[in-house]
């Protein structure tokens, strides 16, 4: 069984640039949510997909955005980066969004913005 | 909105049981769950508690009161390897996502 995965596993940007963050789910997972993670802080909801349609859009402003592929795996797009943008980003699938399956993290993109 | 408050950090010696707390106020979720982080690795999932009650999974037991708006991890038998940041998250209805309280820092020494 092959696990969350997600690249890069570091990225350093500058304020205003624009980013792609990539995440392939785990085999049989069709749903991906994205979270970010600020450094003491707990993980905090972005958007999840399932089956190719955003199903859940945290407190994040549009230039946060995303997409999910026909093989599940999916991106997260920034633009115009933020220094407040700095944060670990978090990739987690699960089966069908189910409330009962728990979702399944990769190690997360560390990004950074000088 | 949802609210929900951990301790910051907690200190424990090998070979103890320490349990790790969750408060949370919110109008409605499905269950709660319990995840492990070390530092600079993905959270791993330890315990989902629907019902009010004990779960218990080897070392890691986890309790849920819905009345009281309260849960904690209790973990037995310490090791050095189980230092790391807990978190406690609720799993909403609507869409399923997870709303996590800020986590606590667990440090064992020897």
């Known amino acids: 069984e092959t696990g969350v995965t997600q690249s890069p596993t570091h990225l350093i940007k500058t304020r205003g640039q624009q980013v792609t963050l990539r995440c392939s789910s785990q085999?049989?997972?069709?749903?991906v949510s994205w979270y970010q993670q600020a450094l003491g802080q707990g993980p905090q909801f972005i958007f999840q997909?399932?089956?190719?349609?955003?199903?859940g859009r945290g407190n994040f402003p549009p230039r946060f955005s995303g997409l999910q592929f026909p093989n599940y795996s999916s991106e997260l797009n920034v633009n115009a980066l933020e220094l407040d943008d700095s944060a670990l980003y978090l990739c987690?699938?699960?089966?069908?969004?189910?409330?009962?399956?728990?979702?399944?993290f990769g190690d997360g993109t560390r990004l950074s913005i000088l | 909105g949802q609210n929900i408050d951990q301790p910051t950090e907690m200190t424990a010696t090998e070979g103890a049981i320490v349990q790790i707390n969750c408060t949370y106020q919110?109008?409605?979720?499905?269950?709660l769950f319990w995840y492990q982080q070390h530092a600079g690795e993905a959270p791993t999932f330890l315990s989902y508690?629907?019902?009010?009650g004990l779960e218990e999974k080897g070392r890691f037991s986890s309790f849920l009161s819905r009345s009281k708006g309260y849960s904690y991890l209790l973990l037995k038998e310490l090791q050095m390897k189980d230092s790391a940041s807990y978190l406690c998250?609720?799993?909403?209805?609507?869409?399923?996502?997870?709303?996590f309280g800020k986590g606590t820092m667990l440090l064992v020494s020897p």
């Open positions: 987690a699938s699960s089966l069908d969004g189910a409330p009962n399956q728990p979702q399944h």
């Open positions: 085999s049989g997972h069709n749903t």
């Open positions: 997909y399932y089956r190719e349609e955003e199903n």
């Open positions: 919110t109008s409605g979720f499905n269950g």
């Open positions: 508690n629907v019902l009010d």
């Open positions: 998250a609720l799993h909403t209805s609507g869409y399923s996502t997870l709303t």
